[in-house]
């Protein structure tokens, strides 16, 4: 089985400051990694994904992720917040191994505010 | 079209009725899912669809849930005798074939039973 958990509900962060909010999974085999955002009423749009290669990933809006195997994590980061950053953050995973099986697990989600 | 595109936004129905709520994917996507978020969850599978045919639907609740995808696009969720618990917003994503493709979201379909 595969899963993901983000720690923190909530992470608040002051405008110009650096954010990270956490993830890490769980899956059998090896894992692709997503991060997506949702916006108040809005659907879930993509980030970044980790698939291979480089453990840092670059994204839309300026964010990045760094894949951690040891830790087992897949946090995202930005070096400088925007009050319009402020959103819903979901990490999600899919097993690499599923044997063309698609099925992927999110996260329950981290509320991010920016402070201005 | 550029998007998934879910229909309706927002529907109301009463505790027992049955609802049909629709997904048109993105053109030419193979794979097309189905996840439930209630207020302030992530997004929970229900079913996730390769072509027309259903490859795996483990995340349905029980069997008042069901879905198709006849031609292998447009795909319909159907609850029936729908209660208060049902009440979510239910969500469509379609990909392209792969493991390492992500998923495109729809709006969402918000459900609410009185």
């Known amino acids: 089985a595969q899963s993901v958990a983000q720690p923190e509900d909530q992470v608040n962060v002051a405008e110009g400051n650096p954010l990270t909010v956490k993830c890490t999974y769980s899956v059998s085999g090896n894992p692709y990694l997503f991060w997506y955002v949702q916006y108040p009423n809005r659907g879930l749009q993509f980030l970044l994904k980790y698939i291979t290669g480089d453990n840092l990933v670059k994204g839309s809006y300026g964010f990045e992720a760094e894949f951690n195997k040891s830790q087992t994590s897949f946090h995202l980061k930005k070096p400088s917040a925007l009050v319009s950053d402020s959103a819903l953050y979901f990490c999600a995973v899919r097993d690499r191994n599923s044997g063309g099986y698609q099925k992927v697990t999110f996260g329950t989600g981290t509320k991010l505010q920016v402070i201005p | 079209g550029a998007g998934v595109s879910q229909t309706p936004s927002n529907k109301v129905t009463e505790k027992g009725k049955y609802v049909e709520l629709r997904c048109d994917p993105i053109?030419?996507?193979?794979?097309l899912y189905w996840y439930r978020q209630s207020l302030g969850q992530g997004p929970e599978f229900l079913i996730y669809?390769?072509?027309?045919?259903?490859?795996?639907d483990s995340g349905l609740p029980n069997d008042r849930f069901f879905a198709v995808r006849p031609e292998g696009s447009v795909s319909t969720l159907k609850i029936q005798r729908t209660e208060r618990g049902d009440s979510a917003v239910y969500l469509c994503a379609s990909s392209a074939q792969g493991a390492n493709t992500e998923a495109f979201f729809g709006q969402g379909t918000r459900l609410t039973v009185v």
């Open positions: 669809f390769q072509g027309t045919g259903a490859a795996d």
């Open positions: 053109s030419g996507h193979t794979a």
